[in-house]
């Protein structure tokens, strides 16, 4: 079975620019969760889709961050436009909905300069 | 609000030693509890988890993690460390019914020869 893929894994772009991560998570999985870690903090949940659907989105940010799961497949998180505070490692997680069991993904690290 | 702290963002054992990461919470009420580790360039995987039952938990690799509620605990030991146990060691609580965790700062752990 494929794990949780992220892509790309680097990202380094300029302040202002836009940037666009995708996820796909394990085949079958319904819940599809996004986290971000900025450097020397904790890791912490942005959004939740259940197939197509946000289930919490409290973790949102501010609008600039547009999450996407068209098809209840695989998920988009675009960040328009970028700030300085956007950089971090963004991961994606998948589960089919048993408590904490969410398979990660490798992350995708993010500068913006 | 839920929140985790990992006491010690770095933690160094001699191999053979035992392994002692520590997790303490704050939550209303008892939640779900998870220890999930990170190898380099890779995502996170789940070592183990409390949700109900028994106290003591086992999970993969021969690490266990003892549920204290006075205590508000749920440290993560080993008895014997080995060199593949270096790593990232994340301690998360979700609420009992909620997908969402909720994540420490993290705890990298360093093994010496």
């Known amino acids: 079975e494929a794990g949780v893929t992220q892509f790309p894994s680097h990202s380094v772009i300029e302040k202002g620019q836009t940037v666009t991560l995708r996820c796909d998570p394990i085949s079958g999985h319904d819940n599809l969760y996004w986290y971000r870690r900025v450097m020397g903090k904790e890791i912490k949940f942005l959004l939740h889709?259940?197939?197509?659907?946000?289930?919490?989105e409290s973790g949102m940010p501010n609008n600039r961050f547009l999450a996407e799961r068209t098809g209840g497949t695989y998920s988009t998180l675009k960040v328009q436009p970028a700030e300085l505070e956007d950089s971090g490692v963004y991961f994606c997680?998948?589960?089919?909905?048993?408590?904490?069991?969410?398979?990660f993904g490798p992350g995708t690290r993010l500068t913006v300069l | 609000a839920q929140s985790v702290t990992q006491l010690g963002s770095h933690v160094s054992v001699s191999e053979g030693a035992l392994v002692l990461l520590r997790c303490n919470y704050s939550s209303s009420v008892p939640p779900y509890l998870f220890w999930y580790v990170q190898y380099p360039n890779q995502g996170l995987q789940l070592l183990l988890k409390y949700t109900t039952g028994a106290t003591l938990v086992k999970g993969i690799n021969g690490f266990e993690a003892e549920f204290k509620k006075s205590e508000t605990s749920f440290h993560l030991t080993k008895p014997s460390a080995h060199m593949s146990d270096a790593a990232e060691y994340f301690c998360a609580v979700s609420e009992r019914g909620a997908q969402k965790l909720v994540f420490g700062q993290g705890t990298r752990l360093t093994i010496n020869p």
């Open positions: 997680a998948s589960s089919r909905g048993l408590p904490g069991e969410q398979f």
């Open positions: 889709f259940v197939k197509e659907s946000k289930q919490d």
